[in-house]
């Protein structure tokens, strides 16, 4: 099984050669690295392609997180591909873990990804303890994303059948998720934390502002309808969406995702 990992980047080149460090530190290893840099204005592909000639570098301009990834696909030659955000980790074992959770027969295979806040401090997992689930998605990714691209594997095939990300810096991952969990079952690889992120001040997951977040929602709200969601999912959705409405900013989407879980919106 050949493995190829898309690692999307913009002004980031301190962060995205510790994250590739983290992919060659692997057991397991990937067929090829693509970082995809989407703009970048400082040193980034440079420094990148000084310390690791063996990267496959694109460069790209202001396409976003999601159509960054693809443009990285498009080019993969891996029947499987595993993401890796710039600022994010891989830990050990990350490969090894999906690979064989996809080998149970799975075309999409996730685990848990451990979060520390640089923002509003303290640390949280993706999924939470005892919410990772394993078969058909859909019904839960209608209540909220549970998991994250640095921490998932899809093959090749099954993403292009979904059409890969959608365009915008919230809530493309959310969306390529329910476009996947109508077609395919997903595996998960067990309770032991896979990825490593880190929130900070330049995380796309900062500043979660209404418009911001109305632009998620509308993404989102698209994804169930062509995943063909039933009227309860879209119906409990809409309620979600509408009480955001009401609520103005927050910080960051943890934040969010935590006012939603009190109110029992997720």
């Known amino acids: 099984m050949r493995i190829s990992c898309v690692i999307p980047t913009k002004n980031r080149p301190e962060m995205t050669c510790r994250a590739i460090a983290s992919v060659l530190a692997q057991d397991s290893p990937v067929h090829e690295i693509i970082v995809v ?4 204005t400082d040193n980034t592909a440079a420094l ?11 460069k790209r301009t202001d396409l976003g997180p999601g159509l960054a990834r693809n443009a990285g696909v498009a080019e993969a030659c891996g029947e499987v591909v595993m993401f890796l955000d710039s600022d ?3 830990l050990p074992g990350h490969v090894a873990s999906l690979g064989r959770t996809l080998a149970r027969g799975f075309s999409v295979a996730y685990g848990v990804t451990k979060n520390f806040d640089q923002v509003g401090g303290g640390e949280f997992f993706i999924p939470e303890p005892g919410l990772a689930l394993e078969g058909q998605c859909l019904t839960a990714l209608a209540r909220w994303c549970f998991l994250l691209p640095s921490a998932m594997a899809v093959e090749t095939e099954a993403f292009a059948a979904v059409g890969g990300f959608g365009a915008g810096e919230l809530g493309e991952d959310w969306s390529f998720f329910l476009r996947l969990a109508r077609r395919f079952p997903f ?9 490593r992120r880190y929130l900070h ?3 796309l997951c900062n500043y979660a502002n ?7 929602l509308a993404s989102v709200s698209l994804a169930l309808a062509e995943a063909e969601a039933s009227s309860e999912e879209v119906s409990r959705f809409q309620t979600l969406a509408d009480w955001t409405r009401r ?6 989407v943890q934040q969010w ?3 939603l879980q009190q109110e029992e919106l997720c």
């Open 88 to 90: 994010d980790v891989w």
């Open 247 to 252: 609520q103005g900013d927050w910080q960051t």
């Open 187 to 195: 595996g998960f690889c067990g309770d032991e934390p896979i990825t």
């Open 210 to 216: 209404r418009d911001r977040l109305e632009t998620l």
């Open 257 to 259: 995702y935590l006012a």
């Open 48 to 58: 990148v392609a000084a310390c690791f000639p063996e990267v496959r570098l694109l």
């Open 37 to 40: 840099d989407d703009g970048s």
């Open 201 to 203: 001040a330049g995380s």
